[in-house]
């Protein structure tokens, strides 16, 4: 069973498959609505997304999997530009899904913590895309407030973060006991340092692609003293076991280490779920640089080709 920290939270992701998703996650992927009516949409089909739903829901009623399949039709409406249809959407989707939750915790299944999820993160940006950045930022505010102790705590602060998170003094890692590579420094002891931090996860495929782009940048700003940390996490599974240990999980975080980032071995890992929520780490690859002095100049959830990087990373160190 695919886990839904796994999902990609933009919606052009519609155009990985459901086998190219699976292939890069290491898992096998969930067949059902949720592919139907991506795959429809994906086809620029939104009326046969609308029929796939409708059936299924005459069949089943309204379920945690209808609405996180339902969801993407918010999403997809935000991709095309069309913010009214996308705010009715995820309204919709949000009031449905607090008819669930009074059924049931957020976190029992892996649905409902997607579909609220992705409407919360569909109105927020519907409202910044619309010019109502301080409107977009209580919302989510709001949403960290009831939420801040659920799994989709971390996708509600990615989408704060993107809109007020640049120039901010970067909050503290945990750095603690359980890392990989070199032992992890502070924030506070790299001050005086450009630093990128690289938030990646042991079954992301684009994590591993980004790799060979940062230890080349990395290599060419060693000069300038550029410093790269690479936070992870725990999933609670390896792509061998459905419910892993913590002790059987950190052995194959360092196999996908050695195997994908053998040019990134010495780069410090800290292992914690507190630096993804707090960075809102939900999309791997995440992307944060820092400035000398310690403040966020640079956030981007998601892959960056090198050129781009580079780009940002020399904005960083020239100044």
């Not at 898992?27 to 009326?47: Q, W, Y």
């Not at 915790?105 to 913590?113: A, G, I, N, R, V």
């Not at 929520?277 to 959830?301: E, F, I, Q």
Request: proline letters at 6%.
């Amino acid at each position: 069973m695919i886990s839904w920290y796994m999902i990609k939270n933009r919606f052009s992701t519609r155009f990985l498959f459901v086998g190219l998703l699976a292939a890069l996650s290491g898992v096998p992927a969930r067949a059902g609505i949720v592919e139907d009516v991506r795959i429809a949409l994906a086809r620029n089909s939104p009326g046969a997304a609308e029929a796939e739903l409708n059936a299924y829901r005459g069949r089943n009623g309204t379920t945690p999997e209808y609405l996180e399949a339902y969801s993407w039709m918010a999403r997809a409406a935000l991709d095309a530009g069309n913010y009214d249809q996308a705010t009715a959407y995820a309204k919709q989707t949000r009031t449905l899904a607090l008819e669930e939750l009074k059924k049931r915790p957020l976190d029992e299944e892996p649905h409902l913590p997607i579909a609220l999820g992705a409407a919360i993160e569909v109105e927020a940006q519907t409202l910044a895309a619309n010019g109502q950045r301080t409107q977009a930022v209580a919302v989510l505010q709001s949403a960290l407030r009831t939420y801040g102790n659920t799994s989709i705590r971390a996708r509600i602060q990615k989408n704060l973060n993107l809109l007020s998170f640049q120039g901010r003094p970067a909050p503290a890692l945990h750095v603690g006991e359980q890392f990989l590579g070199s032992k992890p420094p502070t924030l506070a002891q790299l001050k005086g340092s450009p630093v990128l931090l690289f938030f990646w996860a042991h079954w992301c495929g684009d994590c591993k692609a980004e790799a060979p782009i940062i230890t080349q940048l990395r290599s060419e700003f060693a000069a300038q003293g550029l410093q790269v940390i690479g936070p992870t996490r725990y999933y609670g599974y390896t792509a061998q076991e459905e419910h892993a240990s913590q002790r059987t999980e950190l052995a194959f975080i360092d196999a996908v280490r050695h195997r994908f980032y053998s040019g990134l071995l010495d780069m410090p890992v800290p292992i914690s779920t507190y630096n993804f929520d707090v960075y809102g780490a939900s999309t791997t690859p995440t992307l944060v640089l820092l400035d000398r002095a310690g403040k966020v100049a640079w956030y981007h959830p998601g892959a960056v080709p090198y050129e781009q990087l580079r780009g940002e990373i020399e904005k960083v160190v020239t100044h």
